[in-house]
């Protein structure tokens, strides 16, 4: 149980252009999801938290006019990337908070997602 | 603001060698302390959880003991095998399992 599932696995688009993400919570509903950006060999760093009905938290420094999160469902969030360039190519992870997993909350990540802006 | 601090890898171990992956934070509260695994080409997995001071999580022959004296959370297994292969994050967490702080990851790789 408590599966989360992204899509696309990898995309590849041209700087300018948006590209959109979805992140599924399977067989669980998911209240909160939350959005990670990963780059190569460091740490994952919270971009933003998404709560379903409301609008976005972003964390410090994360634009949000650029990302766009949309969590408009309690099995469904979506990041997309405005305008994308060069440097927002990286790995994108979403999570979703499952309370099923008995003592405490867990957070249930999905697979990621690569981008890469030519 | 609160930090995880994880030991440099990539550690190269080979199999039945006893592990230990290093981890200290600092936090304002008493945090929940978590490892993560992620396996190649997956997403990260929750491979154990500790919610108070003394308190040890295991799972799959890994253990991890919260150490407030010691402000550490070091993963260890007795022998490890050569699918324990895998990117580890240590991560806390002031709010539950809500926004959680990661350390760096430690790339473990272990050979036949």
């Known amino acids: 149980g408590a599966v989360v599932s992204q899509h696309p696995s990898r995309v590849i688009c041209k700087s300018g252009t948006s590209v959109k993400i979805e992140c599924r919570s399977l067989d669980f509903q998911a209240t909160t999801m939350f959005w990670y950006r990963q780059f190569p060999k460091q740490s994952l760093m919270l971009m933003a938290t998404s709560n379903e009905g409301s609008k976005a938290t972003y964390e410090q420094g994360v634009e949000k006019d650029k990302f766009l999160i949309n969590h408009a469902s309690l099995t469904l969030s979506t990041l997309t990337v405005t305008s994308a360039h060069p440097e927002d190519s990286s790995f994108y992870i979403c999570s979703a908070l499952s309370p099923l997993a008995g003592a405490g909350d867990t957070q249930y990540f999905g697979p990621g997602t690569r981008l890469t802006v030519l | 603001g609160d930090s995880v601090t994880q030991m440099e890898g990539p550690v190269t171990l080979s199999e039945e060698a006893f592990l230990t992956i290093n981890c200290t934070y600092t936090?304002?509260?008493?945090?929940?302390l978590f490892w993560y695994v992620q396996y190649p080409g997956e997403g990260l997995q929750l491979l154990l959880k500790a919610t108070k001071a003394d308190d040890k999580g295991s799972n799959k022959g890994f253990e991890a003991t919260y150490r407030k004296e010691t402000t550490s959370f070091h993963l260890e297994k007795g022998s490890v095998q050569v699918s324990d292969s895998a990117v580890y994050f240590c991560a806390l967490s002031d709010q539950g399992a809500q926004k959680l702080v990661f350390g760096q990851g430690t790339r473990l790789t272990i050979n036949p």
């Open positions: 936090a304002t509260g008493y945090p929940s």
